[in-house]
């Protein structure tokens, strides 16, 4: 299976809060990303959490961390249209002689009014 | 903040011919860029590292003769799909590490750009 698996698509109403969730696989990962992809457009950092934290707060964003279950969610409070995005998770792994961020899926996030 | 820019932002050939992407970093010098291909509704896949001044680094799968990479200097990385074919189609983005590095081990990704062939 994949690395990093994350649902593909999550639909809310402006306003409510979206949980984004994501599962990973190696466990010796020191960092987990968030990253923001709009439409015809690069990725964006949108978030990071170090291994060694359960929760991370940014203004809207709270990012959850479940290192046992290896499990992280990325939840967005008050969502807005202007949010609606894919939105990727990522370990942290190293390929050659680089850290490199692994990538899931992504889910689409749609926000509808 | 860091300025990835790739160009074109879209292309259209026909099959047998070869096209180059560029990336750039605008407001910072990168020794290490990343290509990376990505399929609709699919994740990134790395493609290759690009290191300023050396060969680049292919990821399994990858054909280096067909995916040609030249990184000569510190603002600047190419990708050049030779011979294309229909199958090559799909959304190439790049993204570059910051020569200064950082503890988070920060990438600053291009727009991308979407390649068809025809």
């Known amino acids: 299976g994949e690395d990093v698996e994350q649902s593909l698509f999550l639909s809310v109403r402006e306003g409510d809060s979206s949980v984004i969730n994501c599962t990973y696989t190696?466990?010796?990962?020191?960092?987990l990303y968030w990253y923001k992809q709009e439409p015809g457009a690069g990725l964006q950092l949108l978030t990071y959490?170090?291994?060694?934290?359960d929760m991370k707060q940014d203004q809207r964003l709270t990012v959850l961390l479940n290192k046992k279950d290896k499990h992280l969610s990325l939840r967005i409070a008050d969502t807005q249209t202007g949010d609606s995005a894919i939105y990727f998770c990522?370990?942290?792994?190293?390929?050659?002689?680089?850290?490199?961020?692994?990538f899931g899926r992504g889910t689409s996030l749609i926000v509808h009014p | 903040g860091a300025v990835v820019s790739q160009h074109p932002s879209w292309v259209i050939c026909k099959s047998g011919t070869s096209v180059k992407i560029e990336c750039r970093s605008l407001?910072?010098?990168?020794?290490?860029m990343f290509w990376y291909r990505q399929f609709p509704k699919q994740s990134l896949m790395l493609m290759a590292t690009?290191?300023?001044?050396?060969?680049?680094?292919?990821e399994q799968g990858v054909e280096k003769d067909k995916f040609l990479i030249n990184h000569a200097s510190l603002t600047l990385s190419t990708l050049t799909v030779t011979s294309a074919h229909p199958e090559d189609s799909s959304f190439y983005i790049c993204?570059?590490?910051?020569?200064?590095?950082?503890?988070?081990?920060?990438?600053?990704f291009g727009p991308g750009t979407r390649l068809t062939v025809l």
């Open positions: 993204s570059a590490r910051d020569v200064r590095g950082s503890s988070t081990d920060t990438q600053y």
């Open positions: 407001d910072f010098q990168a020794t290490t």
């Open positions: 690009s290191n300023e001044g050396s060969k680049a680094t292919y």
């Open positions: 990522a370990e942290r792994k190293r390929t050659g002689g680089s850290y490199i961020p692994t």
């Open positions: 959490i170090f291994s060694n934290m």
């Open positions: 190696d466990s010796s990962s020191t960092y």
